[in-house]
């Protein structure tokens, strides 16, 4: 199984900063990489597939890169709805794997 | 417009069966795969399992395997999470989600999700 470990578990920011989320696997593969983002009591939602095509709909400010064993994703300047946890999920194989999670909160 | 709906909140005691939905409509529910996703009080997303309702293959998280079973039935466009003794510890969320494309893809249709509290 692809572990998949993300970092940090929690970051604090403020309204206009740049915020990193970094991604690690446990084996290479190419870039069968999604991000999602959750909000409280919501269902996920996708940002990013294929570690860097943003999905229709999702503003600019979020990007995706990296392949191999390291991915990221960046909230160029950060909104207060921006305020979530996020998910990386590898698609390279079976059983697809989540990373452990990413809360994000506004200072 | 493309969407998966869920059945509502079950409550259930240890030992007890269930079998939970999800109904897709607005696309072709045999060319698409749909994935099932637990969530843990406070928790993050695992991955339970897989299936392509267009001719059942099915894979599972080995967490999952022997644990619950994953259907579908293509005469109503729904697929299923069953299982046939509840324990405390499957007291979660469980969102059903549909790939963008294949199973290789960004899960982009998801489920409003289905509470299960097992509790005697």
């Known amino acids: 199984d692809i572990q998949m470990t993300q970092s940090p578990s929690s970051v604090s920011a403020s309204v206009g900063d740049r915020v990193t989320i970094t991604c690690r696997a446990s084996?290479?593969?190419?870039?069968?990489l999604a991000w999602y983002q959750q909000k409280p009591g919501k269902a996920p939602q996708l940002l990013i597939y294929?570690?860097?095509t943003l999905e229709s709909g999702v503003p600019s400010r979020f990007s995706g890169s990296g392949s191999g064993t390291e991915f990221t994703l960046t909230i160029s300047s950060l909104q207060p709805e921006d305020s979530a946890t996020y998910y990386c999920?590898?698609?390279?194989?079976?059983?697809?794997?989540f990373g452990g999670g990413t809360k994000v909160e506004i200072k | 417009e493309m969407q998966l709906v869920q059945s509502g909140v079950e409550v259930k005691k240890p030992g007890e069966s269930l079998k939970i939905s999800c109904k897709a409509s607005?696309?072709?529910?045999?060319?698409?795969?749909v994935g099932w996703v637990r969530q843990m009080p406070g928790k993050g997303l695992e991955w339970m399992g897989i299936?392509?309702?267009?001719?059942?293959?099915?894979r599972y998280s080995p967490s999952f395997q022997g644990q619950v079973t994953i259907s579908a039935d293509e005469s109503s466009s729904t697929a299923y999470l069953q299982w046939s003794s509840l324990k405390a510890s499957d007291t979660a969320v469980y969102y059903c989600?549909?790939?963008?494309?294949?199973?290789?893809?960004?899960?982009?249709?998801w489920g409003q999700g289905t509470m299960v509290t097992v509790s005697s």
């Open positions: 084996q290479a593969f190419g870039s069968w």
């Open positions: 294929a570690a860097s």
């Open positions: 999920q590898q698609a390279n194989s079976f059983p697809l794997t």
């Open positions: 607005g696309y072709s529910f045999t060319t698409y795969w």
């Open positions: 299936i392509y309702p267009g001719d059942s293959d099915t």
């Open positions: 989600a549909r790939p963008r494309s294949s199973w290789d893809d960004g899960f982009d249709i």
